[in-house]
């Protein structure tokens, strides 16, 4: 039987190690889910895609106009007066073939009709009667959309893996498909650990706190697509937090707390882990966001970020993020960085990798730059509402003077 209060054996598997170290090991543990539902295509919305789309037929599937305007006949001379023999708007083609020497009035979107060879646009023409003038005279194919132009038949339009977007249910949608299979969503349990945490809507005594990281961690995992599982605060009592993992892992593919991973004065989830699970816990050089356990409990896999708000926040986006779209089968592209200058001095201490709370925006000649947020402290969780970015700054940069350039890497909502 260990002392949960006894440091010696409770330590990490090394004195710090480099989070692409850690993200590596971790990488190499996770098998994705493999569970596929099929779905109507508006509730793919977010979800990651179990099939390939191919186009099956030609978008547009057929030669259409870009403009309104007149269909000319190929053929016809350049200047030459032409006869008007019908329309072709959108959804109601012109059946006829034309002659040279004729022309249809044409919508956008309409189909072009058998031997015409370019689109005059109506501002160029001028219709007295059944007689139409063009002027200047259209190029060959001009203002005419191709058969396929914006999918060819048999192309492969999107691949398995891919998290889809607005704009692929638009795709998906012009093949005509209600329907596509996606990996069903991954099933996250989270808990917060501590005995000074209360929930909200309880008073607070003496030294408590409210429970703010079950919130950024809810919003977090809304936004990565996931279901997921609320188990609400559990004690620094080990009985409760074997009861709250035992829960957890039967219901769950992931566990995921906060707190109680440090080495502290009531750390009982290492405890736990060890003797009914598996893990390794790691001090990552980052700051913030320092201790990190992962491993498995029972069938599920289990993250236990540290406590602090901010440094919650820091290794859900660069740990669990790309964990958990791996296990959620997604092909994942890294979040994007951006280099852009830093408008003032920031203080950085050489040794760690460091993600400090910025604020971008652009300048007067619309080129951007990044300002640091004087709070920087880990418990500073405001910080993180008012910063748009971190700033990231490598284990091996020391202090930053204004007008140097910085990594930064945006958070907040795609729009598509
Ligand atoms: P721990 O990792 O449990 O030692 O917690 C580190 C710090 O984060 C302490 O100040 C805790 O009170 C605080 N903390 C832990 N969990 C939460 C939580 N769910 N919400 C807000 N603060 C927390
Ligand atoms: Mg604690």
Request: aromatic content about 6%.
């Amino acid at each position: 039987m260990t002392d949960a209060r006894t440091p010696p054996d409770r330590g990490h598997d090394s004195p710090a190690l480099p989070l692409e170290d850690a993200l590596a090991r971790i990488f190499a543990e996770l098998r994705p889910i493999t569970g596929r539902q099929r779905l109507a295509l508006r509730s793919a919305l977010d979800q990651v895609l179990a099939e390939t789309i191919t186009a099956t037929e030609p978008v547009p599937a057929h030669d259409n106009s870009a403009m309104d305007g007149y269909a000319i006949a190929s053929g016809s001379e350049d200047g030459q007066p032409l006869q008007l023999v019908g329309s072709a708007f959108a959804g109601h083609p012109y059946t006829g073939t034309l002659h040279p020497g004729e022309c249809v009035r044409i919508m956008t979107g309409g189909v072009v009709p058998a031997g015409a060879g370019a689109i005059a646009m109506q501002e160029h023409a001028r219709a007295q009667d059944d007689t139409v003038h063009v002027a200047p005279w259209p190029k060959p194919g001009e203002n005419i959309r191709r058969a396929g132009e914006d999918l060819a038949e048999g192309a492969v339009i999107l691949d398995a893996g891919r998290r889809l977007t607005a704009a692929d249910l638009g795709v998906i949608a012009s093949l005509g498909r209600a329907e596509i299979d996606v990996m069903r969503p991954l099933r996250v349990a989270f808990f917060s650990t501590g005995d000074e945490l209360r929930s909200l809507g309880q008073p607070l005594g003496a030294g408590e706190i409210y429970d703010s990281n079950r919130y950024t961690l809810y919003g977090m995992l809304r936004h990565l697509g996931v279901d997921c599982l609320d188990g609400g605060v559990v004690p620094d009592d080990p009985g409760a937090l074997q009861q709250a993992l035992d829960e957890a892992a039967e219901q769950a593919d992931v566990i995921l707390t906060s707190g109680g991973v440090s080495v502290g004065e009531a750390d009982y989830m290492g405890d736990i882990l060890r003797s009914q699970g598996e893990a390794h816990f790691w001090s990552i050089a980052m700051k913030p966001g320092r201790p990190l356990t992962f491993g498995r409990y029972g069938t599920a896999w289990y993250f236990g970020l540290p406590g602090n708000p901010v440094s919650v926040m820091a290794t859900f986006t660069q740990v669990v993020t790309p964990a958990f779209r791996r296990l959620a089968g997604e092909n994942a592209d890294p979040t994007p960085r951006f280099r852009m200058p830093c408008l003032g001095d920031l203080r950085k201490k050489l040794g760690r990798l460091e993600f400090q709370r910025g604020i971008m925006a652009p300048q007067a000649d619309g080129s951007m730059a990044v300002q640091g947020i004087g709070r920087q402290g880990s418990g500073v969780l405001s910080s993180m509402s008012e910063a748009n970015c971190f700033i990231v700054l490598p284990a091996d940069s020391g202090d930053v003077a204004a007008g140097d350039w910085v990594t930064v890497e945006p958070f907040g909502r795609p729009i598509v």
